[in-house]
Every structure is written in C-alpha cells, then in structure tokens.
C-alpha cells in the first residue's frame, strides 16, 4: 500500500485489444513503476486475454469491475469513451488520460468536446507526436510526456541469423505485396527466412530481433512506434514505414525510411539495406550503431521517473479534493 497517500488507489484501465499490443504493455510499465515505490495501483481489464502476455512486469491484473472508494484515481486510454469517466458528487474520485496515440483521441471526445471541458486531473503522452496533437486540437496546454523506454544491451553479432523479421497486424496486405516484390527483384536473397511475429510474449519477441540480420518495418498509425526502435536496440537493420508516431526518431542514418503506404519504395528499401550489408559491411555496421544509439535515447530510468512525477503530482494535486 502506498504510505504517503494514505491507500490511495491508482486504477488504470487496459485498452481493449486482440493480442499483445504495445499500448498495454506501456500501461503495464507505469503500473509496475508506481507499485514498486509504494504506490497502490490495480490494472482492469474485462478480459483477462487482454493481458494474458508474459511482459514480465509486477502489476496486479483485476478481470471485472472494482467498488470505488474515495480518493482512487483512475487513469484512461484514448480508445475508450468519455461517458465512462468516474464521477463522484463529493469530487474525490478523479480521472486521468494517457494518450498513447495521437489518431484516437477523437474516440475519447465523441461528442465533439474538448479534454477541458472533461472531468481530468490531468493529461500525459508518450510521445512527441501525441503531445503536439493533443496541443493543438484538444484545448489543454502543456502536456507532459512519459517517454517510452526500450530494453536495451549488448548485442552478439554472431547469434544472427538470415532472417527478415517482420510484424504485419498493421499492413497484412502490404506485408505480403512486399514479400513477392521483394523476391522477385532481390532473388539473391531468396535464402532469407521471412519470420512474422505475431502473438509471442515480450521476451520472445525480443529473442526473435536479436537473431533477425533485418526488420521491416510495418508501422502504421502509430504514437510512437515502439517495434523499429525495439529492432534498433537488437542490431538489425531497419527499412520501411515509420507510422508517422516514428518520425521522432527515423533519420537517414539510422534506418532507410519511406513514404506511408509506399509498398514498392518498402520492398526496395529492404533491397537495398541487404545489399549494403552484403557489399558495405562497414556502412551497415554504422547504420547498425546509430539505430543502437537512437534506441539508447529511450531509458527505462527516463520513463519511470516521468511516470513517477506525473503520477505522483495528480495524487498530490487532488489530495486536498479527497
């Protein structure tokens, strides 16, 4: 139980979502670092299958709804709906939002209003493109942001493998167009094995980019982009789609990027980095370090200690209030 705030709860409320997703996994992470120094916090869910993913992460999992007691805070993602805000006539229950991608914040404001016309403590992000949206379209200032952060470590060049790996629950239909492109125009590379991921734990997703030589990347419509840069942290090489969320981070030297939607740009990209890595190896092993670097940008300690002050300064902000 968390001392300082006298049992006070943080109850956040677990996206629904078909498999793993990275929005629970980030939402498990704050969980996790709130829990850890003291806070006491609870993650609902309606289905257990929401989050039934190993992330080895220490944050108690409630399938259902809970009784509200005064002073529990409640933090929202932006898939859900406004109407489904706590509310108490005596103000001591109180509400957060964390968006974690900036093309659904529209879902939470059906009714056409805005975040300050709601019933919030507060409002956070996770990444810059969240912020400047929620900024400029949803009538609040100054939104923190709660940067993610990548497991990162050294990487055994000779684990890898010939391997493409590549995550298509976003663009199965560019997935498979660039897979034929690729092989016919790249048949050199034909020895290549395509490995999906797709409904495995953290840890074997992880396990699976440490082995792959390349990633392509199928990001679309994201807040960020976590995969690219969880490939980056891994060693491989990058290509393809940043999902716009990745713009933060793609540069030129850190991967070969195309313009959303570009199917063949994607597969000649993809060509084309398996050719540096063939013919340059010293360009590649230098695109590999400047992914490795740009990964290194997103601490595990950054993130928990955002975490920590946003959480930390809602709690204290509405302690009065309960």
Same mark, same amino acid.
């Given at each position: 139980?968390?001392?300082?705030?006298?049992?006070?709860? !943080?109850?956040?409320?677990?996206?629904?979502?078909?498999?793993?997703?990275?929005?629970?996994?980030?939402?498990?992470?704050?969980?996790?670092?709130?829990?850890?120094?003291?806070?006491?916090?609870?993650?609902?869910?309606?289905?257990?299958?929401?989050?039934?993913?190993?992330?080895?992460?220490?944050?108690?999992?409630?399938?259902?709804?809970?009784?509200?007691?005064?002073?529990?805070?409640?933090?929202?993602?932006?898939?859900?709906?406004?109407?489904?805000?706590?509310?108490?006539?005596?103000?001591?229950?109180?509400?957060? #939002?964390?968006?974690?991608?900036?093309?659904?914040?529209?879902?939470?404001?059906?009714?056409?209003?805005?975040?300050?016309?709601?019933?919030?403590?507060?409002?956070?992000?996770?990444?810059?493109?969240?912020?400047?949206?929620?900024?400029?379209?949803?009538? !609040?200032?100054?939104?923190?942001?709660?940067?993610?952060?990548?497991?990162?470590?050294?990487?055994?060049?000779?684990?890898?493998?010939?391997?493409?790996?590549?995550?298509?629950?976003?663009?199965?239909?560019?997935?498979?167009?660039?897979?034929?492109?690729?092989?016919?125009?790249?048949?050199?590379?034909?020895?290549?094995?395509?490995?999906?991921?797709?409904?495995?734990?953290?840890?074997?997703?992880?396990?699976?980019?440490?082995?792959?030589?390349?990633?392509?990347? #199928?990001?679309?419509?994201?807040?960020?982009?976590?995969?690219?840069?969880?490939?980056?942290?891994?060693?491989?090489?990058?290509?393809?789609?940043?999902?716009?969320?990745?713009?933060?981070?793609?540069?030129?030297?850190?991967?070969?990027?195309?313009?959303?939607?570009?199917?063949?740009?994607?597969?000649?990209?993809?060509?084309?980095?398996?050719?540096?890595?063939?013919?340059?190896?010293?360009?590649?092993?230098?695109?590999?370090?400047?992914?490795?670097?740009?990964?290194?940008?997103?601490?595990?300690?950054?993130?928990?200690?955002?975490?920590?002050?946003?959480?930390?300064?809602?709690?204290?902000?509405?302690?009065?209030?309960?």
């Amino acid at each position: 139980m968390g001392q300082d705030y006298f049992g006070r709860r !943080v109850l956040f409320i677990a996206p629904r979502s078909s498999g793993p997703a990275g929005g629970v996994k980030v939402l498990l992470e704050h969980a996790a670092v709130l829990r850890s120094s003291g806070i006491d916090v609870l993650v609902l869910t309606r289905d257990a299958e929401h989050v039934r993913h190993d992330w080895g992460m220490d944050a108690p999992i409630h399938v259902g709804a809970v009784e509200g007691r005064p002073g529990d805070l409640y933090v929202w993602p932006e898939t859900f709906n406004s109407r489904q805000l706590q509310v108490s006539p005596r103000g001591d229950v109180h509400n957060v #939002l964390l968006v974690q991608n900036q093309f659904y914040p529209f879902n939470f404001l059906r009714d056409g209003s805005g975040l300050a016309d709601l019933p919030l403590a507060g409002v956070a992000a996770t990444s810059i493109a969240c912020k400047r949206y929620l900024e400029t379209y949803c009538d !609040v200032e100054n939104v923190p942001v709660i940067p993610c952060g990548v497991e990162t470590g050294p990487v055994d060049s000779s684990a890898k493998k010939d391997w493409i790996a590549v995550m298509p629950r976003k663009r199965s239909h560019e997935a498979a167009f660039i897979k034929n492109h690729f092989r016919r125009r790249f048949s050199e590379f034909k020895h290549f094995e395509w490995v999906e991921i797709d409904d495995m734990t953290h840890a074997e997703v992880m396990g699976t980019l440490r082995q792959a030589r390349v990633f392509l990347s #199928l990001q679309r419509f994201e807040g960020l982009g976590l995969p690219a840069l969880e490939a980056m942290a891994s060693g491989c090489l990058v290509a393809g789609f940043t999902g716009q969320g990745g713009e933060e981070y793609a540069t030129s030297e850190n991967g070969i990027w195309v313009a959303e939607d570009d199917m063949e740009g994607a597969a000649n990209a993809l060509g084309e980095v398996m050719v540096m890595a063939r013919e340059s190896p010293a360009m590649a092993s230098q695109m590999i370090e400047h992914g490795m670097r740009t990964a290194a940008r997103y601490t595990i300690e950054a993130r928990d200690d955002a975490a920590l002050a946003f959480y930390r300064g809602v709690l204290d902000a509405t302690a009065r209030q309960t």
